[in-house]
């Protein structure tokens, strides 16, 4: 179907303004572009602006990423968020591939003694499993989380050692 010159300068037009917001995956252009112009202009729109450079999904999926993992969120959360903003699943693998199980684990750590330290009782299952539990909703691993846990009680039963206790 062919659209006047003037439909097409507004749905670009528009398409810049949503951009110029923040970036956005293609899908995310296109469903909000959808609200306003028909399925063809929309995805001619779309593929116009990652011609001039405007819509980067790598760059996206890299910033989007990060930014997910400093808020604290594991793999399978991000992984989920990644997909639902229309990003292709090899961009998200080689952002994972970026980030390895050392940077959750440390991650995991850094949670643990910010947030739940003080909810956590090792000698206390139900405790743990607490912990555990939210650890997992944020979308961690069992396998990170348990090396994460294990790294924790051991770094306190270290700072306990080094205290002397007199009667």
């Known amino acids: 179907m062919s659209y006047t010159e003037e439909e097409r300068v507004r749905a ?3 398409a810049l303004y949503i951009l110029a917001q923040r970036d956005h995956s293609a899908k ?4 909000k572009l959808i609200k306003n ?3 063809e202009l929309c995805s001619l729109t779309v593929e116009i602006m990652k011609e001039y450079g405007y819509l980067d999904e790598e760059k996206y999926s890299k910033k989007l990423y990060g930014y997910y993992m400093n808020k604290g969120w594991g793999r399978s959360k991000i992984r989920f968020e990644l997909k ?11 952002c994972e591939e970026e980030y390895d199980d050392e940077d959750f684990i440390d991650e995991i750590k850094e949670l ?4 739940y330290i003080n909810k956590l009782d090792f000698s206390d299952y139900a405790s743990v499993q607490r912990v555990t539990a939210a650890l997992a909703r944020r979308g961690f691993s069992y396998d990170d989380i ?7 009680r051991e770094e306190l039963d270290e700072e306990n050692d080094d205290y002397e206790f007199y009667e």
């Open 37 to 39: 112009y028909p399925p």
């Open 146 to 152: 348990k090396t994460a846990m294990r790294l924790v």
């Open 112 to 115: 643990i003694n910010k947030k």
């Open 84 to 94: 639902r903003r229309g990003l292709p699943e090899g961009l998200i693998v080689l």
């Open 28 to 31: 995310e252009l296109y469903d």
């Open 12 to 14: 670009k037009r528009r």
